[in-house]
Structures are given as structure tokens and as C-alpha cells.
């Protein structure tokens, strides 16, 4: 059972918008720790997507967008395309485990 | 940019031992926090472990600690991480990653090598 929680899964049409939101508690989110996002294809390595809540990484396109407040953060996907299909994991620190926490991820579904 | 590969994955009997490693290359690692992720067949990303830049800070996910041991040489421009009293659960495919700075995100990933715990 994750730390974390996210939708297992999300869907929407090519160009549409998606959310993805990611829930803590008082121990990590909620405590003021920052959220990072990931992004994994079938068969490969997970990547960064979105780093300290906002901030996209070079490379990464400005339909990716990321957003935290209080104990929730969220992940946006405007102008959904046919690429985007893959899992996304958000990831906190948490200081009672004193350590990293992921989200169970969340798959997006084109239609 | 660093580049990482995984090795030491293979099959082992439940209760066996396992020593992965993690080879750097492109940048010196040495100021560098580095992690262990794992990721079960079919499921999400779990954390194992991490050890700072000098080795002074390490620690464990739960279900890891006390079987487990990270370690790192820098001057090798490596990572290691042992592994024993192996359980079925801990089939997965095992990620080394950097850390730029404390509480950073996983920046560069390896590819993986994956550990099979099965009789």
C-alpha cells in the first residue's frame, strides 16, 4: 500500500486535459516537502518529468505542467497526444520512514 | 550528464544472497546522494535505500532494512547494494539513481537489472 495515492487510471481524447493528482499526508506532502513527478514507458527506466512541484526539466514540453498545495499536488497534461500514453508516478519525501515515497502511479488511457 | 549501468541481477533461491551493482560513467558520482528503486513485475515504483555523498547518511524502506546494505566507492565511481535472506517479494527490477542534492529528485536512472527469488 503506498504513502501516496493516485487514480489508477485517467483517460481523455487526443488535445484534451488530464490530471493526475497525488495525495500525502502530514508526514510528507503535508509537511511541506516537495513533489516530483515521473514519467515510464513499457519496457524502460522511469524519468523525470516535473521536479519540486512546477519545474519542468530541459526536454520536457510545456504541456506538462505540475501544481502542489498542502497535502495534494497535481500533475496537468494540456493538449494530450498520442505519446503521453505511459504511467506517471509522483514521489515525496516522508519523514517518518525517512525516505523516499512513490504514488502507486497512474496510467493515461488515450480514447 | 551521468550515465549508469545496472548489473549482478539473475535467478536466486528464496533465502539466497545477491550483490548488484551499479556502474557510473560521464560524471564523477562523488557528490552525488545515490538510490536504489525497485519495481516489481506488473507494479509500481517501490524505494529501497539510499546512501549520501560520503557515505555518512544511509537508509532503508521497511521492507528492506536489516537484509539489505548500500554502499558506494567513489573513487570506482560506483554503487553497490547487498542483498540477503532474499524473499519472493523481492522479484523486481532494481534501478540505480542520482540525487543532486538533499531531498532532489531521482534525476538519471539506470536501465535495471533484474532479480528473480524463486526455487
Known amino acids: 500500500q503506498s504513502v501516496l495515492t493516485q487514480p489508477p487510471s485517467v483517460s481523455g481524447a487526443p488535445g484534451q486535459r488530464v490530471t493526475i493528482s497525488c495525495t500525502g499526508s502530514s508526514s510528507n506532502t503535508g509537511a511541506g516537502y516537495d513533489v516530483h513527478w515521473y514519467v515510464q514507458f513499457p519496457g524502460t527506466a522511469p524519468k523525470l518529468l516535473i521536479y519540486?512541484?512546477?519545474n519542468r526539466p530541459s526536454g520536457v514540453p510545456d504541456r506538462f505542467s505540475g501544481s502542489k498545495s498542502g497535502t495534494s499536488a497535481s500533475l496537468v497534461i494540456t493538449g494530450l497526444q498520442t505519446e503521453d500514453e505511459a504511467d506517471y508516478y509522483c514521489?515525496?519525501?516522508?519523514?517518518?520512514?525517512?525516505?523516499?515515497?512513490f504514488g502507486p502511479g497512474t496510467r493515461v488511457i488515450l480514447l | 550528464e551521468v550515465h549508469l549501468v545496472e548489473s549482478g541481477g539473475g535467478l536466486v533461491k528464496p533465502g539466497g544472497s545477491l550483490r548488484l551493482s551499479c556502474a557510473a560513467s560521464g560524471v564523477s558520482i562523488s557528490g552525488y546522494s545515490l538510490h536504489w528503486v525497485r519495481q516489481a513485475p506488473g507494479k509500481g515504483l517501490d524505494w529501497v535505500s539510499s546512501i549520501s555523498a560520503s557515505s555518512t547518511y544511509i537508509h532503508y524502506g521497511d521492507s528492506v532494512k536489516g537484509r539489505f546494505t548500500i554502499s558506494r566507492d567513489n573513487a570506482g565511481n560506483s554503487l553497490y547494494l547487498q542483498m540477503k535472506s532474499l524473499r519472493a517479494e523481492d522479484t523486481a527490477v532494481y534501478y540505480c539513481?542520482?540525487?543532486?542534492?538533499?531531498?532532489?529528485?531521482?534525476?538519471?536512472w539506470g536501465r535495471g537489472t533484474l532479480v528473480t527469488v524463486s526455487s
Open positions: 514521489q515525496s519525501y516522508d519523514r517518518r520512514l525517512s525516505g523516499y515515497v
Open positions: 539513481a542520482t540525487v543532486g542534492a538533499e531531498l532532489a529528485p531521482l534525476d538519471s
Open positions: 519540486r512541484n512546477n
